[in-house]
């Protein structure tokens, strides 16, 4: 069961401020516009020490469960993925941790939901598309077995949640 995560932010630090020798950075809502993102870290650079403060990294961010952001991530990226996985929660950060997109409609095609086991969708899959409705035939299916067919031919099962790659 996945879990509701409050806050997707990142934290945006001054690679000059850094070279010297000190932390400055902000932590910021990674869900606003890829614009307002790179306002508040021009404002951040502005605020540094440092005379020439321009360059920045992300050095840490939350919220994006398990999703892997770049030091250098583009903020349009950043932003697109935070406001999916704030609509879609996990599911949505496993798939585009595996295939790098941002698209929503791709990942809202391939999402197959969440289930226990591949074998608990395998079944719900093939009950609900009809194939299967004598409850009598439904003891002698291998559900285990047909799960790992249908991973073989192209369904995803990770941390919970199935994706097509069909």
Do not use: C
Request: a negative charge; proline letters at 1%.
């Amino acid at each position: 069961m996945t879990t509701q995560i409050d806050t997707i932010r990142i934290y945006v630090a001054s690679l000059a401020d850094y070279n010297a020798g000190r932390l400055h950075g902000v932590w910021i809502d990674a869900t606003q516009d890829a614009y307002d993102i790179q306002a508040e870290v021009n404002k951040m650079l502005a605020a540094s020490k440092e005379p020439i403060a321009e360059e920045w990294a992300i050095h840490d961010y939350e919220g994006f469960y398990g999703l892997k952001l770049g030091e250098w991530e583009s903020f349009d990226k950043v932003s697109e993925w935070a406001t999916a996985i704030a609509e879609h929660g996990e599911a949505y950060a496993i798939w585009a941790d595996d295939t790098d997109d941002t698209d929503v409609q791709t990942f809202e095609y391939a999402y197959r939901g969440e289930h226990a086991t591949m074998a608990d969708f395998a079944e719900e899959f093939y009950t609900e598309l009809g194939e299967v409705n004598d409850s009598y035939l439904m003891g002698f299916i291998d559900w285990e077995r047909v799960g790992r067919e249908m991973e073989t031919d192209g369904y995803n099962f990770e941390k919970g949640h199935v994706f097509s790659n069909r």
